[in-house]
């Protein structure tokens, strides 16, 4: 256990319970295995496509103005005091030199991985969450709901015009609108990488025969939160990310549960 988790046992249980995500592990580790040897063909299969991802040209850089929003998270990370007896993680991007790598995938996959060492961000999701940041700064209610279904449908149908058109019709919007946006579209990635970075810390990539485990995803939401916490980042960008993720279909985001069901337990919270 970890200083991320050392919040009291209520406050564990509440976050883990709005069990969301943003991701998945590695691709194609979804399906529930039964034998020894299928665990041990899937871990390989882990450790094969973290291979892969480290050789992918496209998976080193990130998108331009998205490496300010990245860097922000990565910083805020590796300046947490640890305690005496953890091991550092100290996270690098994109490449940790003796840590964990944080990498932007140049692609519109709406996904984020965790592998054993690595974390791989997909640009599609994080195109999509910037829409959704900036039409949560921009509407509400009725408005937001429109904007939201309507960006759902652009994202899952891969229309990249219609991310474009959305933001040349909204936005920019007021300066107040804008540096909104920023800071949503700031604690929605941080939230989004930090679940990753959960994964990653916990060894869940090892843990191959559990993979699609829910608790795992309850686990790397209760990091998520509580790291937002420890940072400081504004964690209002966690209904942002459970408002898109909840509108787009089940079949992009394996095991995601109901988005309604999460949103009422972040009221209570
Ligand atoms: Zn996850």
Redesign the pocket.
Known sequence: MNKFLSAGPGVFILLAIFAL?A???APDTYSVTTTKSEYQARFLSIQEEESKLLENSECGKTGGDLLDTIKYAIDKFNTLPLAQDEPSFQVGHPNGADGISVRVCADDQLAAY?YSKTVALHEGLLKTLRAAAEAFARFEHDELDTALDNLAIAAVNRENNLYGLYIVANFPGSPSEISRSEVLFRSAVAFVIY??LG?TIMGHADYAQALGDQS??LS?DAFAAETLALTGIDREGIDVVFAILGRISPDELVGHPSSVYRAALLQVE
């Open positions: 995500t991701c998945g592990q965790a679940h990753e994964h795992l995803e790397a």
